[in-house]
């Protein structure tokens, strides 16, 4: 089994640092900003009150799961209860709750491609083998692709929109298409939504609130990891039709018992901040807009305008071929070594000639890191406000 090629990166960064390197780094997947103090006040609460201290249930507490439900109906526009939720450590683990309860040996998940790895992950350790599906143009799997794509033995697609590395958001229609041919073949639809609240364009949409009548066949995955900085914190959910639920419960009773109490009364708080990921939301859509300007600015790349998440993910393979590199792995290298700024190569995401970047990290690193970028790749007289974004798509 290969660990997954995102953490390489980070290891490598890590290495640099220890020699003494200033190293910064938009490689990694989540929010540079600490948890809230709203969030922490609450944990240290929980920390001190006795109740927290012992075995609780392994669906999670109730009272995180109601707010879990409100928040995914709110999605959904369904109604969905507590005992509709079952609490994970993290999104992760719900995905691989999932796959789990889904999957037999040799059963086929349809996963996007370019797309996170830790989708084909959870299906490879659920026994399943995860089928790759080209998006288009703009990223986004059509029901034509996952049609080519289909087997007897296809079981699930897993989407994600707003997706990591692309950004990219399926909109309404798309999503209907999706669901129309997921129910005409039986096809579960796991829908991963940890970062619907990084829409910029306003055009998120849950494929349940576009096509209820999936509702029997599809869990909606989610978590505080992204929108409340809180990736340490473990603490995710997904939202199921009961055989699903049952299968993930009776799996977390006899391997971890249940997410840790302090963790979910930290997460209940989350729940209830609505201010910081909005906050966030802001501060990201404004940060997108200067790096994608600066990277557009340097001869060979072309990033798009990402609809959502919190990454550019630019195509490289202009400047690949200037400097006679033979992949974004060598790019991704030479930056590191070059200009001390860790990326990571789009070979991470089946998507060869592409770097993804993110910029959910404070202004003075994403500028320092445009600075570090300019430097050694831009021409001397690049001027930054006379660049205009390329075209969204
Ligand atoms: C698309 C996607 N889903 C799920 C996760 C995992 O989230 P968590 O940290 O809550 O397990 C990530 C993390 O990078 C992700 O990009």
Not at 36 to 57: F, G, I, L
Not at 132 to 145: M, N
Not at 229 to 249: D, K, N, Q, Y
């Amino acid at each position: 089994m290969t660990d997954n090629p995102i953490f390489a990166v980070a290891a490598k960064a890590q290495a640099l640092r220890a020699q003494g390197a200033d190293v910064i780094t938009l490689a990694a997947g989540e929010p540079q900003a600490a948890t809230s103090a709203v969030v922490v006040a609450a944990a240290v609460e929980a920390v001190r009150d006795p109740a927290t201290h012992h075995y609780a249930t392994a669906q999670g507490d109730p009272a995180l799961r109601a707010l879990v439900a409100t928040a995914v109906a709110g999605d959904t526009g369904l109604a969905w209860s507590a005992d509709d939720v079952q609490i994970t450590l993290g999104a992760k683990h719900a995905l691989f709750l999932a796959t789990q309860a889904l999957i037999e040996a040799g059963d086929e998940v349809l996963v996007a491609a370019p797309g996170w790895p830790g989708h084909a992950e959870v299906v490879a350790a659920a026994g399943g083998v995860a089928a790759p599906v080209a998006s288009d143009e703009e990223f986004r799997v059509s029901a034509e692709a996952l049609d080519r794509c289909r087997t007897l033995r296809t079981r699930a697609v897993i989407l994600s929109s707003p997706g990591n590395p692309t950004g990219a958001v399926h909109p309404a229609p798309r999503l209907e298409q999706i669901a129309d041919w997921a129910q005409q073949h039986g096809i579960w639809v796991i829908s991963d939504d940890i970062y619907r609240a990084f829409d910029h364009t306003g055009t998120y949409r849950s494929i349940l609130r576009v096509a209820p009548r999936l509702r029997g066949r599809a869990v909606v995955v989610g978590g505080v990891s992204k929108e409340h900085a809180m990736t340490g914190w473990r603490v995710g959910w997904l939202a199921a039709p009961p055989e699903i639920i049952a299968s993930a419960r009776l799996h977390v009773s006899r391997t971890i018992t249940h997410v840790p109490t302090i963790n979910q009364h930290a997460a209940r708080a989350a729940l209830c901040d609505t201010g910081t990921p909005a906050k966030a939301a802001r501060d990201y859509r404004r940060r997108r807009a200067s790096l994608v300007d600066a990277l557009n600015g340097i001869d060979g790349i072309d990033c798009p305008l990402p609809d959502g998440g919190i990454f550019a993910f630019p195509d490289v393979s202009g400047l690949l071929r200037d400097r006679g590199w033979s992949s974004s792995a060598d790019l991704a290298t030479w930056l590191l070594v070059t200009a001390h700024l860790a990326v990571v190569p789009g070979e991470a995401f089946n998507a060869p000639g592409r770097i993804r970047l993110c910029f959910a990290v404070d202004d003075e690193t994403l500028m320092t890191a445009i600075e570090r970028l300019q430097a050694v790749l831009a021409p001397a007289d690049y001027e930054p406000s006379a660049q205009q974004p390329k075209v969204a798509r």
